[in-house]
């Protein structure tokens, strides 16, 4: 019997939409919620465990099987169970992949079933409201320490701004949400909720790494971000669908990495500088965040921020490392096909002055960009990234960013 039983959850497995994981969507689940009825990969389960008095959870294959449990199980289904607990979700609420950082996961679970945050939209106020203050821990540009800094992030003024002082009347920094992004770095930051937010001042990027202990704090900043960006763009493309809207409102980084670059004449030594791909704008710094981060190349993740009260401890220690520079040491843009960018695999054969074997050469109209990569994956890495970009289409708003660049002293 407890075979046969076993046997009916793995069938189970065969109806549409039990086939992926019901959170992440990571493809064949090999574990249950039974008292959720929904399919569940290995990743998923761990965060279940988490909310016992919610979730409990048995392996398909491994577990025995009570008849009361496959008929619950027959009876829901990652399809109805999703149609019950994901009935609300705001179009701007971001739905999290097997890719995506621990932190995401967890919350989207928690608010889920944990919260019903989307079976109860009163719920989802922290994030939806279009008005959010607190404090956040926040990199140091000069001595790298993390310092608690107070945030407002305003739809109606269109911004997010951080106090030095939470009784300052005017903030040290306004990043307007037309040019905001915020993503999940906790590898680069050395937290499990950092979050790094890039914005433009006088059309360089700038970025700011901020953090804090509470998890759903920290996803709440975050999906309100991405709220004031949805109804942001709203407003600016009146035509547009959410469908549109939405792969707008934040984005990973195409790649990061060091490599080694050149300067203008391409006769100087080649020098070690990290990247960071942000869709067409490749910047260099001297330094990631911190040393202790993984070496090579670092896959792009959501990022993360925190309201609650409290200032905790001011002056909290930062992690070990030199802070990245607040503002990239050089960008270069990089357009389409169509209008005269390439990237060619290799160098030209008189360089010289590079250590690492596997070369890259960005053509741009005005120039060309020597760069050279430690070791093969990491070349083919960088190359699909560029070459995604080089074969993509500017858009209008593109070119008036390409102008800036060609003009800048």
């Known amino acids: 019997m407890a075979k046969e039983r076993r046997r009916a959850v793995l069938e189970l497995l065969q109806r549409p939409g039990n086939a992926h994981c019901a959170d992440c969507g990571a493809p064949d689940p090999d574990w249950a919620s039974y008292t959720l009825g929904v399919f569940i990969c290995l990743s998923c389960s761990g965060i279940h465990r988490n909310i016992p008095q919610v979730s409990k959870v048995k392996s398909v294959r491994l577990d025995t099987w009570e008849e009361p449990q496959v008929e619950f199980m027959a009876s829901r289904g990652n399809s109805a169970a999703r149609a019950v607990f994901e009935s609300r979700v705001p179009p701007f609420y971001y739905r999290p992949s097997a890719s995506d950082c621990q932190l995401l996961r967890e919350q989207w679970i928690r ?53 030095n002082r939470s009784d300052a009347k ?24 950092g ?40 407003v600016a493309f009146p035509g547009a669908s959410d469908a549109d809207l939405v792969p707008k409102l934040s984005r990973n980084y195409l790649q990061e990495g060091y490599m080694e ?14 990247f960071t791909m942000d869709d067409r704008r490749l910047m260099y710094f001297k330094d990631p965040l911190v040393r202790t981060a993984a070496p090579g190349l670092l896959g792009g993740r959501r990022g993360c921020l925190r309201d609650g009260g409290g200032r905790g401890r001011p002056g909290a220690a930062a992690q070990p490392g030199r802070p990245q520079d607040a503002f990239a040491r050089g960008e270069v843009f990089i357009g389409s096909r169509e209008s005269g960018y390439t990237v060619l695999d290799g160098l030209p054969p008189s360089t010289q002055g590079h250590h690492w074997p596997h070369g890259i050469t960005i053509v741009t109209p005005e ?41 800048k002293p």
């Open 170 to 193: 005017e903030p040290k920094a306004v990043m307007k949400i037309e040019h905001l992004n915020a993503t999940f770095q906790p590898a680069k930051i050395g937290h499990p909720h």
């Open 111 to 163: 608010a889920k079933y944990e919260r019903q945050e989307f079976t109860h939209p009163e719920r989802q106020e922290p994030y939806s409201a279009g008005y959010r203050e607190g404090f956040l821990w926040k990199r140091g540009r000069d001595n790298g320490q993390f310092l608690s800094r107070k945030f407002v992030l305003t739809e109606r003024e269109g911004a997010l701004k951080y106090f």
């Open 367 to 407: 120039r060309r960009f020597l760069l050279a990569c430690e070791t093969e994956p990491e070349q083919r890495a960088w190359m699909e990234a560029f070459r995604k970009v080089v074969d993509r289409p500017m858009l209008p708003q593109e070119y008036a960013v390409e102008a800036h660049f060609k003009h």
């Open 261 to 274: 670059k050149t300067g203008p004449k391409q006769t100087e030594g080649f020098r070690k500088r990290w």
């Open 195 to 234: 979050l790094q937010v890039t914005y433009l001042k006088d059309n360089s990027t700038r970025n700011i790494f901020v953090y804090h202990e509470d998890g759903k704090e920290m996803v709440d900043w975050f999906n309100a971000l991405r709220a004031a960006r949805f109804h942001y763009l709203q």
